[in-house]
């Protein structure tokens, strides 16, 4: 398929190198020139500006953002729209607010403009090799961009969820999840270390990581972080939060579902911020081995 790629950040740009990959032919924009000239050098066309994207790219036109939530999503879209006709697909591929995603493809729709909100999980190896994406909006629109998303993610890696919003929205309580069960293991690990006996902390993740029933890549990845450094004195243990486990909670509060584990494991990114120990390095070396997500230093 031919698609226009707004946003080549750590995720985005995997993304694209993986598609080029997988013989799609894209259109790329992004402020960043090295990133831009990086996917150029693979293959794709570049593009000048977002208005010039739009009009190196054929009607239906299929144009997938990877920009940061909030404002820079809806002024991608009003650059964008001047330039867009009916049929065209916009797909939002970033972490935004569902309730945001809903406004955007309400006001696209009345100029027969299709907007997909798609959840994207995996990681930057999961946008490089094959990610996992959930898609909400309209169903004909989804069918469309289906053999990209095929290309995209790994087997049964994705899927339509429903109506405009439902990506985002399964995207955010699958990060709630995400906070809860990071938080569990650098709880755990804490106490592991902690309690007197001369634990090697990677031998254990190694162990766990292997036919036990919490495995999974989660513990290979406090596995790969226990091997860089046993203490994790490469990193603090201040953690950041991006929205999403908030979003979770203001959700929960206004459905009235109990998430007290997801709204504990937020709280305690809030008291990252003062003195480190060992269960917040480890939640906070799993987000960079996943994600790539830096350190910000001594709070």
Not at 95 to 108: F, G, I, K, M, T
Not at 270 to 287: C, H, M, Q, Y
């Amino acid at each position: 398929m031919k698609a226009g790629v707004i946003g080549l950040g750590k995720m985005g740009s995997n993304m694209a190198r993986h598609l080029l990959e997988r013989g799609h032919d894209l259109v790329v924009y992004d402020l960043n020139s090295a990133a831009v000239e990086e996917l150029a050098a693979k293959g794709a066309a570049v593009a000048g500006a977002v208005e010039a994207l739009a009009g190196m790219l054929d009607s239906p036109r299929l144009i997938w953002l990877m920009v940061p939530a909030g404002e820079p999503v809806d002024a991608t879209i009003e650059r964008l729209r001047p330039f867009l006709e009916r049929g065209d697909i916009i797909v939002d591929g970033g972490n935004s607010r569902h309730q945001d995603s809903v406004r955007r493809a309400e006001a696209l729709a009345g100029e027969g403009i299709s907007f997909l909100d798609a959840g994207t999980s995996g990681g930057l190896e999961g946008a490089r090799y094959g990610a996992c994406v959930m898609v909400g909006g309209e169903r004909a629109a989804y069918l469309v961009i289906e053999p990209l998303l095929k290309d995209l993610c790994v087997e049964n890696g994705y899927a339509y969820l429903g109506g405009s919003g439902s990506g985002h929205f399964a995207k955010m309580v699958h990060n709630g999840i995400e906070y809860g069960m990071m938080q569990a293991m650098g709880e755990g690990f804490d106490l592991l270390a902690s309690s007197g006996y001369d634990y090697d902390l990677q031998e254990v993740s190694r162990v766990w990581a292997n036919g036990s029933v919490i495995r999974g890549w989660l513990m290979d990845l406090a596995q790969r972080a226990f091997q860089k450094d046993p203490a994790l004195d490469y990193l603090t243990g201040r953690i950041a939060d991006s929205g999403e486990g908030r979003w979770t909670l203001e959700a929960a509060l206004e459905h009235e579902v109990s998430i007290p584990v997801i709204a504990a494991s937020l709280f305690s990114r809030f008291r990252s911020r003062d003195p480190e120990n060992l269960s917040d390095k480890v939640v906070a070396a799993l987000r960079n081995e996943f994600g790539g997500h830096g350190f910000t230093g001594n709070p």
